[in-house]
């Protein structure tokens, strides 16, 4: 009995720690390669912060750019569209914002990279639970 508690134990400690992960995606916007990381994996209806590292095609990181998340939800019936927009602020190497989602499921997310008169997209889409 107390070796099948301690397995299950175990299994749940192991549940808890993958379910933890931060939620990460990596794609090119234009000349740059681009990694968001939400703390949440799945992200929330509610407060999801999120780290966004810029490198340019020598892997130097991009630390001189102004970079803004709009994220919407589109039209659905009996609701309108959902536009939201948040500039992202430069800590480090990485740029930060906090993205509001006002429901659960599925979001669009652009992170606009605008650097030297030109703007470079990343978009994806993220389900809200």
Known sequence: MKKVLAVFAMLLLIAGIAYAKNYEISKKAGEYDVKVEIDRNPPVAGDNNIEIEIKDVTGKYVTDAKV??????????????????????????????????????????????????????MKFTVDAK
């Open 68 to 121: 803004v998340l709009d994220y919407s939800m589109p039209a659905m019936p009996g609701m309108p569209a959902m536009n939201y927009k948040t500039d992202a602020v430069l800590k480090g190497n990485e740029y930060k914002a906090n993205m509001s989602l006002s429901m659960s499921g599925s979001w669009n997310i652009a992170v606009k990279i605008s650097k030297g008169g030109k703007t470079s997209t």
